[in-house]
Nanobody
Framework: QVQLVESGGGLVQAGGSLRLSCAAS?????MGWFRQPPGKEREFVAA????????DYADSVKGRFTISKDNTKNTVYLQMNSLKPEDTAVYYC?????????????????WGQGTQVTVSS
C-alpha cells in the first residue's frame, strides 16, 4: 500500500519561498500537487511524470513554482517562490498508477494528509 507523507508547509510573508516535500513509500508513479484554499474546492497546482521529465503547471503558479522528483529517495518536491496571499491553502500530494501526469484530481489513486501553507500580506 502506497503512503504519502507531506512536509514543509508553514507561514511565510508575501514574496517569500517554501519547499514542500512528499515522501512516497512504495511508489515511483506520476505525482501531483493540489491545493484547497479556504472555502474553495481543491485545485490542480503541478504534476510530474514518473521519470521526472514531463511537468505541467496551473497557469496561476507557472513561473513561480517548480515540481521535481528524486526517484532515489521516492520523493517529490514543490519549490514555491514569489508566494502570494492567494497561494494560502492546504497543499496535498497525490500519486496515480500511471507514468504520466494529469490535472484531474479524480485520476489520482492515493493522497497525502495535506500540509498548510499560509502567506501573509
Amino acid at each position: 500500500q502506497v503512503q504519502l507523507v507531506e512536509s514543509g508547509g508553514g507561514l511565510v510573508q508575501a514574496g517569500g519561498s517554501l519547499r514542500l516535500s512528499c515522501a512516497a513509500s512504495g511508489s515511483r508513479n506520476a505525482m501531483g500537487w493540489f491545493r484547497q484554499p479556504p472555502g474553495k474546492e481543491r485545485e490542480f497546482v503541478a504534476a510530474i511524470s514518473s521519470g521526472g521529465r514531463v511537468t505541467d503547471y496551473a497557469d496561476s503558479v507557472k513561473g513561480r513554482f517548480t515540481i521535481s522528483k528524486d526517484n532515489t529517495k521516492n520523493t517529490v518536491y514543490l519549490q514555491m517562490n514569489s508566494l502570494k496571499p492567494e497561494d494560502t491553502a492546504v497543499y496535498y500530494c497525490a500519486g496515480r498508477r500511471s507514468d504520466w501526469p494529469d490535472r484531474l484530481a479524480t485520476s489520482y489513486d492515493y493522497w497525502g494528509q495535506g500540509t498548510q501553507v499560509t502567506v501573509s500580506s
